[in-house]
């Protein structure tokens, strides 16, 4: 599923406008998006949270030729799937 047919299932799941559905998906996401930009935790509960990692700067090689290179230090966004929803997906079977 994409941002657009997230939309398209917000819209006709509660007859919002097509505008209307997609302002409150950007709303979402952006809001989620600005939580982890400020270092937040972001918890949906029963399907998923959301945190900021933190990378320390070291010292690392180029695959390709073996250089070593400075790697900066950085912030990443981790994903941690909610129990429920891995307890929903693991009971899908296969066809």
């Not at 030729?65 to 994903?79: C, D, H, R, S, Y």
């Amino acid at each position: 599923m994409n941002k657009a047919e997230l939309v398209e299932a917000l819209r006709k799941e509660t007859d919002l406008s097509r505008v209307k559905a997609e302002q409150v998906v950007e709303l979402f996401f952006d809001q989620m998006a600005d939580a982890l930009a400020r270092g937040d935790r972001v918890e949906v509960r029963g399907l998923c949270s959301f945190h900021v990692k933190t990378y320390k700067a070291y010292i690392g090689r180029n695959p390709k030729t073996g250089e070593a290179i400075q790697v900066t230090p950085k912030k990443l966004p981790f994903f941690k799937c909610g129990r429920e929803l891995r307890e929903r997906v693991d009971d899908l079977k296969p066809l």
